[in-house]
């Protein structure tokens, strides 16, 4: 990064970044112009997308990504928490290798399906029988629908700024799964038990992350998650943990960490061993209506629910490489990370501020900690964006939002590197941090 930025204002710096940017990525941004005859925006995956235009990857290796200019950069995005292994971890690879000799789309039950949906049950408290789906956003699906149909409900709940899949961002799109719901605010414990009590009878479920993950990796405080706990049971709703993202917090998910079992959880991500992945499980009562033998039984469909890649690189990382001991060491590397960078912003007296728990965090504007999704996304997102552009020039990836994720191929040498980037950022762009202090974008 160079030193000799203006720095004028916020709007000035971010331009130069990405003048920056563009300069150093040509071929990135050929593939781009390419990829719009075909794709809209040149994009498949909304998120993905960013200003100028994204990065496209030719490579990974480890927690190393090769972009299609030649630059090598340090995975700190770590596909949303889904790439937990890395880009090549052995284990997983020699997995893929061994179910590609014995064969896909085998049309049947295979051999390593119920292995793999019984280190699940083994590891997460709160599910006793699990079922898989290709993504999260399926998961979530199902579990909701489940929740319906099990309750004879219609109405879900869910916290204002979730997010929980393509089409599970609620008020945020005009391409919601058309769910009868109601929204409440994340954190609040008295309104939402309220507001549960005043459901009553009409509410089938709660949807929520125990740490809102999308919205900035904000935890869920204990007397918020219990007091969902409490109404809900008090009303007959079922309690939904979406962990898609959070269940690789510790040794037997967030749920477990933090002692409340909620009804329902749904899985994805790095669980599927960096393949296409969800699942959803729980209460035996609940998954026991999926039994294909009963007369009665719930239909759950899903051609590679079952495919043997998955379920092959699932088993492997789940049973030999992300051990319970290497969730701890994982997570508590993360938190040590988190707390050296709000070291640095401290020191600074800069108004900055880095959440999260374990292996993800996520960088604000703004000294204190946001405690809701619409409260972080409220704060000054051109501040992160410069972040995200001037992380990318000192060859670390991040996602856009300000979000940074652990693999398990780092170590200290990746660590150091964020930590010594990211210091360089709070020095280079000090004037225009002070000058976004506290406000709103
Ligand atoms: C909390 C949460 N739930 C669900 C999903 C959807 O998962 P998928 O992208 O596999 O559909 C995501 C994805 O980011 C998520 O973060």
Not at 145 to 157: E, H, K, L, N
Not at 200 to 224: K, N, Y
Request: net charge negative; hydrophobic share 45%.
């Amino acid at each position: 990064m160079t030193t000799t930025l203006a720095n004028i204002d916020l709007e000035t710096a971010y331009a130069e970044a990405a003048e920056r940017f563009v300069a150093a990525n040509p071929k990135s941004a050929a593939i781009q112009d390419q990829a719009l005859a075909a794709m809209p925006g040149g994009n498949t995956r909304t998120v993905l997308h960013y200003d100028p235009f994204p990065l496209r990857f030719a490579r990974g290796e480890g927690c190393r990504l090769w972009d299609a200019d030649g630059h090598e950069l340090v995975d700190f995005l770590g596909e949303y928490t889904a790439g937990l292994y890395g880009h090549s971890e052995p284990v997983i690879r020699d997995a893929i290798k061994q179910a590609a000799d014995d064969g896909w789309v085998l049309g049947g039950p295979n051999l390593l399906e119920a292995r793999l949906a019984q280190a699940v049950v083994d590891r997460f408290p709160a599910v006793e029988r699990v079922r898989f789906t290709n993504s999260g956003t399926e998961a979530n699906l199902m579990a909701l629908t489940a929740a319906r149909a099990f309750t004879g409900r219609d109405r879900i709940m869910v916290f204002k700024g979730a997010y929980h899949g393509g089409v599970l961002y609620f008020a945020g799109s005009p391409l919601n799964a058309p769910f009868d719901y109601v929204m409440a605010d994340y954190n609040d414990a008295e309104g939402t038990a309220a507001l549960i009590r005043a459901q009553g009878d009409r509410l089938a479920a709660v949807l929520v992350e125990p740490m809102s993950g999308s919205g900035g990796c904000i935890s869920g405080t204990d007397a918020f998650l219990g007091a969902l706990r409490e109404a809900t049971a008090e009303t007959g709703a079922l309690l939904i943990f979406d962990e898609v993202m959070t269940s690789r917090l510790s040794a037997e998910g967030l749920h477990g960490l933090l002692g409340i079992t909620p009804d329902l959880i749904t899985l994805g991500k790095y669980l599927g061993g960096g393949l296409s992945f969800g699942a959803f499980g729980g209460r035996q009562d609940i998954l026991a209506r999926f039994d294909p033998r009963r007369a009665d039984a719930w239909p759950h469909a899903g051609t590679f629910n079952n495919n043997v890649f998955t379920m092959a690189a699932g088993l492997a990382g789940l049973t030999h490489v992300y051990t319970p001991d290497r969730a701890v060491m994982l997570n508590a590397a993360g938190d040590s990370l988190r707390g050296r960078l709000n070291d640095a912003i401290i020191r600074r007296g800069l108004p900055m501020v880095v959440t999260g728990r374990g292996s993800m965090m996520a960088v604000h504007a703004g000294s204190a900690p946001p405690t809701s999704a619409p409260e972080a996304s409220a704060r000054n997102r051109r501040l992160i964006d410069l972040l995200h552009l001037d992380l990318i020039a000192a060859g670390i990836y991040t996602a856009r939002r300000g979000m940074v994720v652990l693999s398990l191929p780092m170590g200290a040498a990746e660590f150091d590197r964020l930590a010594a980037a990211f210091e360089e950022f709070l020095d280079v762009r000090r004037s225009v941090i002070l000058a976004a202090g506290e406000g709103v974008s």
